[in-house]
């Protein structure tokens, strides 16, 4: 059974870069047709999509999010990664990982979500 | 504003069917057979129940079905029961340049 655990620091000072790490187990993240995405929920809010990668590196961001992410993958570590600069309270949100399947919006596994809280 | 319009809450009593819509353009719903729905209980990560419009994931309950027409995605949910109270998101590939959109949720409340 495939797994995704999110980790990284849960507070983030204004301003600063936003880091989380994804580590999938019970399976291969170097794997065709999918990709491994982020999605974060503010509180009390609604779903967006960030940004997926495949395992040969392609990735896609939300142009809304475009100019401040980057997300990378780790094919040794089985691990995907997720960088958001210039963060603000707005950015505060819980943070999911979770497989997509060929960019076509379905997210099949997901990691429990992380709550990132950006604040001085 | 999300991409994806859905009913802000729907509800229904015990064994009664609810259908929730998810209208988008022909950019996104119209234009592919790629919208999935996911339920999330509260503090939970999403769980996806129907992907390419009408499909089930192995496990999920057959009471969950998907359809499409036009711009407009819905969900039934039939023999409403107490444990379906949950938030539901609709999800589509888009050819705007954001590719993957989601509505912004259905509250359902089971009487």
């Known amino acids: 059974q495939l797994q995704l655990q999110e980790s990284g620091p849960g507070l983030v000072k204004p301003s600063e870069t936003l880091s989380l790490t994804c580590t999938v187990s019970g399976g291969s993240i170097y794997r065709s047709p999918y990709y491994w995405g982020w999605i974060r929920q503010p509180p009390g809010k609604g779903l967006e999509w960030i940004g997926s990668?495949?395992?040969?590196?392609?990735?896609y961001y939300n142009p809304s999010l475009k100019s401040r992410v980057t997300i990378s993958v780790d094919t040794s570590k089985n691990q995907f990664s997720l960088k958001l600069s210039s963060v603000t309270a707005a950015d505060t949100a819980v943070y999911y990982c979770?497989?997509?399947?060929?960019?076509?919006?379905?997210?099949?596994?997901w990691g429990q979500g992380t709550l990132v809280t950006v604040s001085s | 504003q999300s991409a994806l319009t859905q009913p802000a809450s729907v509800s229904g009593s015990p064994g009664q069917s609810i259908t929730i819509s998810c209208t988008g353009t022909?950019?996104?719903?119209?234009?592919?057979?790629?919208v999935s729905w996911y339920q999330q209980h509260p503090g939970k990560a999403p769980k996806l129940i129907i992907f390419?419009?009408?499909n089930r994931p192995s496990g999920v309950s057959n009471r969950f079905s998907g359809s499409k027409s036009g711009n407009t995605a819905s969900l039934t949910i039939s023999g409403l029961q107490a444990e379906d109270e949950s938030d539901y998101y609709c999800s589509s590939y888009t050819t705007s340049s954001t590719l993957e959109v989601f509505g912004g949720g259905t509250k359902l409340t089971v009487l």
């Open positions: 390419d419009v009408s």
């Open positions: 979770a497989r997509d399947t060929d960019l076509e919006a379905t997210f099949d596994y």
């Open positions: 022909s950019s996104d719903v119209g234009g592919y057979d790629y």
């Open positions: 990668i495949s395992y040969s590196r392609s990735t």
